[in-house]
């Protein structure tokens, strides 16, 4: 069965600090991979998605993804922390025929001045 | 373009009490989804719908309810509430077909306390 796990469950980064957050997944054919933020009180926000071709994938607000298939992971990382990306972040996985996603259990981040 | 919209935004309500999560969007997407998020789980889906008069149940059905008479809504009804279903509830829209993987658009959210 597929499943997504976020190891961390929370994440303290300076601001201006490189940040990486992983994800590691579980899904017999080529997966469909996403990860979104969510901000305090908001609903879930795409920071980008993974389907085929390059690995190296860029998102919103400065943000890249890493697909490596041998490692089953999908890592998501930003070379510099600002205050605001202090947040909850998912990776999730896409399952069936129906669009359906899988999520992680959340990481959250926090950032100190 | 309002996109996913979600009423109310918090409730209270007693145990064996009903009641209706409404979810709205203006993106005329084919797919809509319903998912609760307790602390420290992830996101579980609820039910989800591929189209007006398709819904079909995702993880964690038990409880709960769904109708899609229309493309626009797809409100989600507790019959007896629990304590159990406490949680935050979040609704989701897509655009799909042929089995792929677009961006799910998901509104505020509903914070629900049953007591």
């Known amino acids: 069965a597929q499943s997504v796990t976020q190891p961390d469950i929370h994440i303290t980064v300076s601001e201006g600090a490189s940040l990486e957050l992983r994800c590691n997944y579980s899904?017999?054919?080529?997966?469909?991979l996403f990860w979104y933020v969510q901000s305090p009180g908001q609903g879930l926000q795409l920071l980008l998605k993974?389907?085929?071709?390059?690995?190296l994938v860029q998102g919103i607000k400065g943000f890249e993804a890493e697909f490596k298939r041998s490692q089953s992971s999908f890592n998501l990382r930003k070379p510099s922390v600002h205050w605001s990306d202090a947040a909850e972040y998912f990776c999730?996985?896409?399952?069936?025929?129906?669009?359906?996603?899988?999520f992680g259990k959340g990481t959250k981040l926090s950032v100190k001045p | 373009n309002a996109g996913v919209t979600q009423t109310p935004k918090f409730r209270i309500l007693k145990i064996g009490q009903s009641m209706t999560l409404q979810c709205t969007q203006d993106m005329n997407h084919n797919y809509m989804y319903w998912y609760r998020q307790d602390p420290g789980m992830g996101l579980k889906l609820i039910y989800y719908s591929v189209g007006a008069g398709i819904t079909d149940k995702g993880e964690v059905p038990n409880g709960y309810n769904v109708s899609r008479s229309t493309t626009e809504d797809f409100p989600l009804r507790l019959e007896l509430a629990a304590p159990s279903q406490t949680s935050v509830y979040f609704c989701?829209?897509?655009?799909?077909?042929?089995?792929?993987?677009?961006?799910?658009?998901f509104g505020p959210g509903t914070r629900l306390t049953v007591l």
């Open positions: 899904y017999g054919a080529t997966p469909y």
């Open positions: 993974y389907f085929s071709g390059d690995t």
């Open positions: 989701a829209s897509s655009y799909s077909s042929g089995g792929s993987y677009n961006e799910q658009f």
């Open positions: 999730a996985v896409g399952r069936g025929s129906q669009g359906n996603l899988i």
